[in-house]
């Protein structure tokens, strides 16, 4: 079947850029995903980009989109340690499906 | 509030028994995700339904299954529990119709097997 990998584990300094990346192997997504999993709590939606863009810029999150590669990536500027969480890439098809990676760790250490 | 709820919250449980999850997906979704998350291997998909049937099958082991009932609930049934299944056991409800709706998660499941 179609899969979605990511690394399992990050670790950066506070005040560093972390940049998580994420690849996919379905051509037919529509919309790719990150989702946050805070300690405690269940996942839930950071921010998404539609496969015709390359970038969209949100604050401190930038997602970059390569469509031809299949990578999807998410950088958080200036890192904080109220960052620190479980990163989750996913993608949507042309079915409405939708599969996620299975997630990676982001410690930030002060 | 996702709209996504799951019962029991926490679980706690000898070896060899079996148990049963419950999840409400969203007003209006037709699409149910189990999921199983651990630390060593992160979220597994298990299972999906839609509208009743089985959409698409993950790494569900064989004492699992699941259903998706009239209604729209969906169960996750273990069985023959083994030490190694205890892990945060997830459900997302997901879209169905075009546009940008993403899949909602609940809160999880914590099961703990003894």
């Known amino acids: 079947g179609e899969d979605v990998e990511q690394s399992l584990f990050l670790s950066v300094r506070e005040g560093d850029s972390s940049v998580i990346n994420c690849t996919y192997t379905d051509s037919s997504s529509t919309y790719l995903y990150w989702y946050k999993q805070e300690p405690g709590a269940g996942l839930q939606l950071l921010t998404y980009i539609f496969s015709n863009m390359d970038m969209k810029q949100d604050q401190r999150l930038t997602v970059l989109l390569n469509k031809k590669d299949k990578h999807l990536s998410l950088r958080i500027a200036d890192t904080q340690t109220g960052d620190s969480a479980i990163y989750f890439c996913a993608e949507r098809d042309n079915n409405n499906d939708m599969r996620f990676g299975a997630g990676t760790r982001l410690t930030v250490k002060p | 509030d996702s709209g996504v709820t799951q019962t029991p919250k926490h679980l706690i449980t000898a070896t060899g028994q079996r148990v049963t999850l419950r999840c409400s997906p969203r007003s209006g979704d037709l699409s149910v995700y189990w999921y199983q998350q651990s630390l060593d291997q992160g979220l597994q998909f298990l299972i999906q339904?839609?509208?009743?049937?089985?959409?698409a099958k993950g790494n569900i082991l064989e004492r699992f299954s699941a259903q998706q009932f009239p209604d729209l609930h969906s169960e996750l049934n273990l069985s023959s529990l083994e030490l190694g299944d205890s892990a945060l056991y997830f459900c997302?409800?997901?879209?169905?119709?075009?546009?940008?709706?993403?899949?909602?998660f609940g809160q999880g499941t914590r099961l703990t097997v003894v």
């Open positions: 339904y839609y509208n009743g049937e089985e959409r």
């Open positions: 997302a409800s997901g879209p169905f119709r075009k546009g940008n709706t993403e899949a909602f």
